[in-house]
């Protein structure tokens, strides 16, 4: 029984020394040609051998005359690349463009409910703590915006405001000018008056 498994796969092996081994490389572009696809799967499908493209698209691998390589990508088209049978020179030099493989998906409408009725139900029967007030335009009021307002987080805009503002404080405080107290009317005013007080009088 063991024999018959193995038959074949001598078979195999024979029909794969016969052929020529090619090197097979390239580089792998976009639909436009302009920019390189890294990343992709080149592969001899059932024979175990591939390789993936680079970062700037090329690619490198032993072939076998007559094999079928294919290039897959996620979101683009598979190609497949058919080496000749009888090749004269044992390498080939590939520029594979890959087009994009959109996918038209039907419309779907999620819903939280069911039914409408069930989502009307649903709405009638919940207890709203804070109604909202609103004007005769439907618009809401002052105070309820105040409110809700009050209840939100800060936005992303507010929260670099205040950290700018914190390294400016930071910076200021670190590298910033000292007040120069000699020359500050101010300091001499608060000097003397202490002076009149007695505060500078040394005491027992």
């Not at 590298?175 to 005491?203: H, M």
């Amino acid at each position: 029984m063991a024999l018959c498994f193995l038959l074949p796969h001598k078979q195999a092996n024979a029909q794969d020394q016969d052929r020529k081994v090619i090197q097979l490389s390239g580089i792998i572009l976009n639909a436009d040609s302009t920019d390189a696809v890294p990343g992709v799967n080149v592969y001899v499908p059932k024979k175990g051998r591939g390789t993936s493209s680079g970062r700037y698209g090329y690619f490198s691998m032993p072939v076998l005359e007559g094999d079928s390589v294919i290039f897959s990508f996620i979101g683009m088209k598979r190609q497949t690349y058919k080496v000749p049978a009888v090749m004269e020179d044992d390498k080939i030099s590939l520029i594979v463009t890959m087009q994009t493989d959109e996918i038209a998906l039907s419309e779907i409408e999620v819903m939280p409910f069911p039914t409408e009725e069930e989502f009307k139900r649903q709405l009638l029967a919940a207890n709203f703590d804070a109604p909202m007030s609103m004007d005769v335009r439907g618009n809401l009021s002052p105070e309820t915006l105040l409110r809700y307002a009050e209840g939100m987080d800060a936005s992303g805009n507010e929260n670099w405001r205040y950290f700018q503002q914190g390294q400016m404080m930071q910076i200021q405080d670190r590298y910033g000018p000292r007040p120069f107290t000699l020359v500050d009317p101010f300091a001499w005013s608060r000097f003397i008056q202490s002076i009149k007080r007695g505060d500078l009088r040394k005491r027992d």
